[in-house]
């Protein structure tokens, strides 16, 4: 089974501080994938990683980077914490090429910034 | 800009009973829509994913409909088990080799006994 595993389910910063949310897969998956989720807006793509020290940009990067130095690892950086970024954080990943396209989610980090 | 709804009332149904759960889009040409299970606290788990060039597909109890047309898909649950209770969320994708999705809000189904 494919298991993607997030580094915390909770986490309480302050403003300010700087966060790091940590993902690792175990399935050798090249496209790895940043999301937040909120109520009423969905999951929303931050960044993406297609392969080792690649990047994307999601629809809403702003405030956020990231980094892939490994394969199975995909890090996202909030370099300034502010309460607009408290949210549920969902990573997952995914093999390349044709099929089904599937995402293999982890579990979620539930970040409260204050 | 590109626009997915999905009910975001709660659909409330006895078990038993056919749950169907609609997912529209605009401004986009998706090459497959897929959906997605997600329970409380959870992450999205994959259920099925259907392509724009076909139009319906199974998968045990669950159905998916594809109407490019309509720009709507529509997922069935038949005979509905108080376990299917969760949210259920489409996703679209292009062809761009990236497999990135844009995802629906989700409807939140509950099957009562």
């Known amino acids: 089974d494919v298991k993607v595993t997030q580094s915390s389910r909770y986490l309480v910063k302050r403003t300010g501080e700087k966060v790091f949310l940590e993902c690792v897969q175990d399935m050798d998956h090249e496209n790895m994938f940043w999301y937040r989720q909120d109520p009423g807006l969905g999951l929303r793509l931050i960044y993406f990683s297609y392969d080792v020290k690649m990047k994307e940009k999601g629809d809403i990067p702003e405030g956020y980077s990231v980094s892939r130095e490994k394969k199975e690892r995909f890090s996202l950086i909030l370099e300034s914490a502010s309460t607009n970024q408290t949210s549920m954080y969902l990573c997952a990943s995914s093999p390349p090429g044709t099929g089904t396209y599937e995402q293999y989610f982890g579990p979620g980090t539930r970040l409260t910034v204050t | 800009s590109q626009k997915i709804e999905q009910n975001s009332e709660a659909l409330n149904i006895q078990e038993g009973k056919t749950a169907t759960l609609t997912c529209n889009y605009t401004n986009y040409s998706p090459a497959y829509l897929q959906w997605y299970r997600q329970d409380p606290g959870r992450g999205p788990v994959f259920l099925l994913l259907?392509?724009?060039?076909?139009k319906e597909k199974r998968k045990e109890r669950l159905k998916v409909t594809f109407d490019t047309t309509l720009k709507q898909s529509l997922f069935h649950i038949t005979a509905s088990q108080p376990a299917d209770s969760a949210t259920y969320l489409c996703?679209?994708?292009?062809?761009?080799?990236?497999?990135?999705?844009?995802f629906g809000t989700g409807t939140r189904l509950l099957v009562s006994p």
């Open positions: 996703a679209l994708g292009a062809d761009t080799g990236f497999q990135k999705l844009v």
């Open positions: 259907i392509r724009e060039n076909e």
